[in-house]
């Protein structure tokens, strides 16, 4: 009996010794705090964000006639329609510049940004049965589709930059200049603005399900509030202001400043489009990662 119990006991020993000696690579803990997100995680889990890139950019198109000629179409359509309605019915003025390229440029910046916020909106709602079966940070699902819409932006980039090129032969008004080289910040910008305010709808919309029928109608009125159809420089001196507070708007104007090379655009603009990006994104990070610990008793 004492001979049992002994081996008991020294089993229980080796037991302890062998679990104090094992070395874990992967916690997961309870996440507390409003500003909680571990940036060296999603880089263990970038596998999985490239898996996800890979799914939403062949899903979204797999099933279609033309593929991903639609990246091309779209953009090209949109030009169109908007160069005879707005250029030649209603004669908006485009700074002398060819209206179609005006067009183009503005439609092409655009997209990517309102790609961002409209896919990244429903995040929540679009992975519940995801996110309630396997554990992987939540954020990178909004960052899989910023990087998938970065792809359809370089085609249509792409295609913008050979219209460019053929009326720059043809001798027409524009002039590419040095802030071309700022086109990466831009991106940058605009991928941080539209992911900031769709994890923020996102976030809401686990609790208030109205704000998904908003998305569409306000992205579109966003997008008539920006220069896009009509220069900077239309705008009347009384309402500037106002645009200072819409941090798209500096943004297509550098755009076109860059590759087309007149634009009413600032510095002071931008500095203040770019501030107000940053305060965007991180109020969505910080409502992103508080929400995501309940968002399941919600949805």
């Given at each position: 009996?004492?001979?049992?119990?002994?081996?008991?006991?020294?089993?229980k020993i080796?037991?302890?010794?062998?679990?104090?000696?094992?070395?874990?690579?992967?916690?997961i803990?309870?996440?507390?705090?409003?500003?909680?997100?571990?940036?060296?995680?999603?880089?263990?889990?970038r596998?999985?964000?490239?898996?996800?890139?890979?799914?939403?950019?062949?899903?979204?198109?797999?099933?279609?006639?033309?593929?991903?000629?639609?990246?091309?179409l779209q953009?090209?359509?949109?030009?169109?329609?908007f160069?005879?309605?707005?250029?030649?019915?209603?004669?908006?003025?485009?700074?002398g510049?060819?209206?179609?390229?005006?067009?183009?440029?503005?439609?092409?910046?655009?997209?990517?940004?309102?790609?961002?916020?409209?896919?990244?909106?429903?995040t929540?709602?679009?992975?519940?049965?995801?996110?309630?079966?396997?554990?992987?940070?939540r954020l990178?699902?909004?960052?899989?589709?910023?990087?998938?819409?970065?792809?359809?932006?370089?085609i249509?980039f792409?295609?913008?930059?050979?219209?460019?090129?053929?009326?720059?032969?043809?001798?027409?008004?524009?002039?590419?200049?040095?802030?071309?080289?700022?086109?990466?910040?831009?991106?940058?910008?605009?991928?941080?603005?539209?992911?900031?305010?769709?994890?923020?709808?996102?976030?809401l919309?686990?609790?208030?399900?109205?704000?998904?029928?908003?998305?569409?109608?306000?992205?579109?009125?966003?997008?008539?509030?920006?220069?896009?159809?009509?220069?900077?420089?239309?705008?009347p001196?009384?309402?500037?202001?106002?645009?200072?507070?819409?941090?798209?708007?500096?943004?297509?104007?550098?755009?076109?400043?860059?590759f087309?090379?007149?634009?009413?655009?600032?510095?002071?603009?931008l500095?203040?489009?770019?501030?107000?990006?940053?305060?965007?994104?991180?109020?969505?990070?910080?409502?992103?990662?508080?929400?995501?610990?309940?968002?399941?008793?919600?949805?």
């Amino acid at each position: 009996m004492a001979e049992h119990t002994m081996k008991e006991a020294s089993a229980k020993i080796k037991m302890r010794e062998k679990e104090n000696s094992e070395q874990w690579t992967t916690v997961i803990k309870p996440r507390t705090g409003w500003f909680d997100i571990n940036l060296s995680e999603l880089w263990r889990y970038r596998d999985l964000i490239a898996l996800f890139v890979r799914r939403d950019f062949v899903a979204q198109y797999k099933q279609t006639i033309l593929g991903p000629t639609w990246f091309l179409l779209q953009p090209l359509f949109t030009a169109i329609v908007f160069t005879v309605v707005f250029g030649r019915i209603a004669q908006i003025p485009t700074d002398g510049l060819p209206q179609f390229l005006f067009y183009m440029a503005g439609v092409t910046a655009w997209n990517y940004f309102a790609a961002c916020l409209t896919k990244t909106s429903d995040t929540f709602v679009a992975n519940t049965s995801i996110f309630g079966k396997v554990y992987f940070p939540r954020l990178a699902v909004p960052i899989a589709i910023v990087i998938t819409n970065l792809i359809s932006f370089t085609i249509q980039f792409v295609l913008f930059i050979a219209f460019t090129v053929y009326f720059y032969a043809q001798g027409s008004s524009i002039e590419p200049n040095i802030w071309v080289f700022a086109i990466p910040l831009l991106l940058i910008q605009m991928a941080a603005l539209g992911l900031g305010v769709g994890i923020i709808v996102s976030s809401l919309t686990t609790k208030y399900r109205d704000l998904a029928y908003l998305v569409g109608f306000g992205t579109q009125l966003w997008m008539y509030a920006t220069p896009i159809v009509y220069p900077i420089s239309q705008i009347p001196a009384k309402w500037q202001w106002v645009f200072l507070f819409n941090p798209m708007a500096a943004v297509i104007g550098t755009f076109r400043y860059a590759f087309l090379g007149k634009s009413a655009v600032q510095l002071p603009q931008l500095a203040l489009s770019a501030a107000l990006t940053i305060l965007v994104f991180f109020i969505g990070i910080v409502l992103f990662s508080r929400v995501e610990k309940t968002f399941m008793d919600t949805v």
